[in-house]
C-alpha cells in the first residue's frame, strides 16, 4: 500500500459528474469512483487503528497485525490493496466504527470483531508468501480469512475463543490457544473459480474455499466473489457461514454468466448498462440448495455504501431477472460513491414521502436512491425493448420501461421540489430528470404503456389508503401528509402480475390489466361487500372507476383516495 494517492486531492472533472449525474458512467467515471472508495477506506483504516490502540485485548497488538499487511505489501502490492478494499472488509470496518461510536452494537465481543484485522493480516500473508504470527480470533472454531475461504479447527471450543495462526511460504498451520486440540495445516489457500465445469467440490474437511464467478472464456478473464462465508458480507451484522451445495453454486455461475453476457451487450456507459467485471462480490440469500425451486423474479436484494459494488441477492430462476437486479444494486453503489464524495441533500430524515416502489413512507436519501437505482432499471428495460424480435417480449419490455421511467420521474420531481437539495444534489436529480424526460418521448407499445400507468396508479392509491389519514382539509403536498402512527407491510402484487396482458382474465386485477375497467370493477365490489376496509381490493375499484369516469370527478378520486368510502354495490 502507499500513499501516494491520498497526497493530492480528489477531483472529478464536471463531465464525469454529469455522465453519473444522468444514471450512467463510463469506464472511466467509475475508475475515478473506485480510487475515492479507496482513499475512504484508508482512512478508516487509519480511525479504526487510532480507536483500538488502547483497548485491551486477548489479541496481539494491532500494530502487530499492521506490520504484518506492510510486510505482505511490500512483496505484492496488487494483492494486499484487492484484499483491504474488498467489500467484505469495507463491511467489517463500518461495523466495527459503528460498534466503537455506540451506534451498533451486534455480533461477537468488541475483541473478537476487532480481532479481525489479524485475520485480514493472515489473508495478506497467505497471498503475498511473506509470514505471519498472530493470535486471531475463532467462532465456533472457525477462522474466516477474508477474499480466501474459512478454516475449520476441531476441538476448539463453541463461541469466539483464541487460535494461533503461523504463516509460512503460503502455508498455514492454525491451533487453539483454549484446548490441547491438534493444529490444522491447510497449504497455499485460495478462492477458486468455478469456471464452466461448475463448483469445485469440497473436500477438504478443515478447508472451505470462496468460490468465484468467472464471467467466461477465455481462462483468467475476470471473477467476481460468490461469498457464503465471510461474517461481514451481509449490510451489518456479522453472520455465520452458509455454505451452498454444489448444485445451488453451479446454477449461480450458470445464471451470473448468461446475466453478465444480458447486461454488457450494448454497451456500458448509458444507464442500465454494466460491465459485470466491475461487481466485486454476490452474496446469496436464503437458500443454500438447488433442491427448492427459485421464484421466477429476486424477492429480495440489497446493497451498502459500506461495501461497494457488493450486492445481497436472492436468486431467481432467470438470468433476465438477475441482471436487472445487478444493474439495480449496482446503481446503488454508485450513488453511495457519489454521497461520499459530495453531501447532495439536507436530510432531516423524516419519514413522510411516497416512494413508488416501496410499501411505507420514505425521507430523501431514500428517494434519492430509489430515483437513481430504478432511473437504471428503466434503461435495463430501454435496451430489452429495443432488442426483442417478438411481440410479447416487447410488450413485457415496453411495460416495464413505461413503468419505472414514469414512477422515477414522479420522485425525481419531489426532490427537486423539496427545497433541501444541496447545488450537487440539484446537479444530479437534473442530470436524472433530463435523462427520464428523452425516455418518457419514446415510444413504447400501446397495450403496455396502459398497464404501467395503470399499475403506477394503484400502488400511488394502495399506498396512500394504507398510509395517509383521511382529513378532508389536509394539504395534498406530499411533504405535509397527515400519515398514520401504526402500519403494517404490504406486498405489492400487481407490479409484476401487470407486465403480461392476461389471456383469459379471471381476477379483478386481472381483468384490470386486460383493459377491461366494468367488469374488474364489480369485481372488486364483491370483495368488498365482505370487507369494505380492504385496501388492495378498495384501491382496484378506486382506479377501475375512475378510468370509467376519466373526467374531473375522476381526477379527484385518484389525487385523495384516502377520502372515498366507495358502495360494494359498485
Known amino acids: 500500500m502507499t500513499s501516494e494517492q491520498l497526497a493530492s486531492p480528489l477531483r472529478m472533472p464536471m463531465r464525469l459528474f454529469e455522465e453519473l449525474a444522468g444514471g450512467g458512467g463510463s469506464p472511466e467515471a467509475l475508475a475515478l469512483l473506485a480510487r475515492s472508495e479507496r482513499a475512504r477506506r484508508l482512512l478508516l483504516l487509519r480511525t479504526l487503528l487510532a480507536r483500538l490502540d488502547a483497548r485491551p485485548s486477548p489479541l496481539d497488538p494491532p500494530i502487530e497485525a499492521w506490520r504484518v499487511i506492510k510486510t505482505a505489501a511490500d512483496r505484492a502490492p496488487g494483492m494486499v490493496e484487492g484484499l483491504l478494499l474488498a467489500p467484505q472488509t469495507g463491511g467489517w470496518l463500518g461495523h466495527v466504527l459503528r460498534r466503537l461510536h455506540g451506534s451498533a452494537s451486534g455480533g461477537p465481543p468488541l475483541w473478537a470483531e476487532a480481532g479481525h484485522l489479524c485475520a485480514l493480516a493472515v489473508a495478506a500473508a497467505l497471498k503475498a508468501g511473506t509470514g505471519a504470527d498472530l493470535r486471531v480470533p475463532l467462532i465456533d472454531g472457525a477462522l474466516a480469512l477474508p477474499c480466501l475461504g474459512l478454516v475449520q479447527l476441531p476441538g ?20 487453539s490457544e483454549a484446548t490441547d486440540s491438534r493444529p490444522v495445516v491447510v497449504r497455499h489457500p485460495a478462492a477458486v473459480a468455478m469456471g464452466t465445469a461448475g463448483a469445485v467440490p469440497d473436500t477438504d474437511p478443515h478447508w472451505l474455499p470462496l468460490r468465484l464467478l468467472t464471467l467466461g472464456p477465455p481462462p483468467g478473464t475476470a471473477a467476481v466473489t460468490l461469498d457464503d462465508l465471510d461474517p ?17 453454486a453451479t446454477e449461480w455461475q450458470r445464471l451470473f454468466k448468461e446475466a453478465a453476457l444480458i447486461v454488457s451487450a450494448d454497451g456500458t456507459n448509458g444507464p442500465g448498462r454494466l460491465d459485470a467485471a466491475e461487481i466485486r462480490a454476490v452474496v446469496p440469500w436464503g437458500r443454500t440448495t438447488a433442491q427448492l425451486a427459485a ?25 433476465l431477472a438477475l441482471a436487472e437486479t445487478l444493474v439495480h444494486e449496482f446503481q446503488h453503489s454508485k450513488l453511495a460513491a457519489l454521497l461520499h464524495l459530495f453531501p447532495l441533500l439536507d436530510d432531516d430524515r423524516e419519514e413522510r414521502y411516497y416512494a413508488p416502489w416501496r410499501g411505507d413512507p420514505r425521507h430523501l436519501t431514500g428517494l434519492l436512491q430509489g430515483a437513481y437505482a430504478f432511473t437504471g432499471v428503466a434503461g435495463f428495460w430501454r435496451d430489452r425493448l429495443a432488442e426483442a424480435r417478438r411481440s410479447e417480449a416487447a410488450d413485457v419490455a415496453g411495460y416495464h420501461f413505461a413503468l419505472r421511467r414514469t414512477q422515477s420521474r414522479l420522485v425525481v420531481r419531489t426532490l427537486l421540489t423539496s427545497g433541501r437539495l444541496t447545488v450537487q444534489g440539484r446537479a444530479c436529480a437534473v442530470g436524472l430528470a433530463r435523462t427520464l424526460d428523452g425516455w418518457l418521448r419514446e415510444p413504447v407499445p400501446a397495450t403496455a404503456l396502459v398497464r404501467a400507468r395503470t399499475a403506477a396508479t394503484l400502488h400511488r392509491t394502495e399506498w396512500r389508503l394504507r398510509n395517509v389519514l383521511p382529513r378532508p382539509g389536509a394539504s395534498v403536498s406530499p411533504g405535509t401528509l397527515v400519515l398514520r402512527t401504526e402500519r403494517t407491510s404490504w406486498p405489492d402484487n400487481r407490479t409484476y402480475a401487470f407486465a403480461a396482458r392476461p389471456r383469459a382474465p379471471r381476477t379483478a386485477d386481472e381483468h384490470l390489466a386486460a383493459g377491461d375497467p366494468a367488469t374488474a370493477m364489480t369485481a372488486y365490489a364483491r370483495v368488498l361487500a365482505h370487507d369494505p376496509g380492504d385496501p388492495h381490493a378498495l384501491a382496484g375499484w378506486i382506479v377501475a372507476r375512475a378510468a370509467l369516469e376519466p373526467g374531473r370527478s375522476g381526477r379527484r378520486m385518484l389525487a385523495r383516495p384516502e377520502l372515498l368510502q366507495p358502495l360494494p354495490s359498485g
Open 232 to 248: 461481514y458480507r451481509d449490510l451489518d451484522d456479522p453472520l455465520a457461514p452458509a455454505r451452498l451445495d454444489a448444485g445451488e
Open 295 to 319: 421464484p421466477p423474479t429476486v424477492r429480495l436484494s440489497a446493497s451498502s455504501g459500506d461495501s461497494y459494488a457488493a450486492m445481497v441477492i436472492a436468486r431467481p430462476a432467470g438470468a
Open 156 to 175: 476448539a471450543p463453541r463461541g469466539p475463543s483464541v487460535g494461533r495462526a503461523r504463516v509460512r511460504a503460503s502455508e498455514l498451520t492454525l491451533s
